[in-house]
């Protein structure tokens, strides 16, 4: 009932850049916040950013100065400028929403465990 598709991965060489996008669809009622998190093999998930819907924001510290993370509330898309790249930003990122959806009964149903399928950055010369 509620999808999150991320977009805009890929191969970048170091101190390139990047733009995420993450589009969340269906019954949607309310986007409290929404959020990029990244993963790379035999490590837990890790915060990179996320928004609210106030509009502040919070950054990983490995993150901060370099990548920036915007919403578009009225197409439920949120952003993940990614610059001055470095190896270690490699991994898959994941898109997760924390939001209100009416589910086939009408129902209000909250939740913060909606993720996108991921999309792989890969930064290497």
């Known amino acids: 009932q509620v999808q999150l598709v991320e977009s805009g991965g890929g191969l970048v060489q170091p101190g390139g850049s990047l733009r995420l996008s993450c589009a969340a669809s269906?019954?949607?009622?309310?986007?409290?916040?929404m959020a990029w998190y990244r993963q790379t093999p035999g490590k837990a998930r890790e915060l990179v950013a996320e928004?609210?819907?106030?509009?502040?924001?919070n950054y990983a510290d490995s993150v901060k100065d370099r990548f920036t993370i915007s919403r578009e509330n009225a197409k439920n898309t949120v952003y993940l400028q990614m610059n001055s790249l470095k190896p270690e930003d490699t991994a898959v990122y994941y898109c997760?929403?924390?939001?209100?959806?009416?589910?086939?009964?009408?129902?209000?149903?909250?939740?913060?465990?909606?993720w996108g399928p991921g999309t792989q950055v890969k930064v290497s010369s």
């Open positions: 997760n929403a924390d939001l209100v959806h009416k589910n086939y009964v009408d129902e209000f149903v909250a939740g913060k465990d909606f």
């Open positions: 269906g019954r949607i009622v309310n986007i409290y916040a």
């Open positions: 928004i609210k819907s106030d509009g502040s924001t």
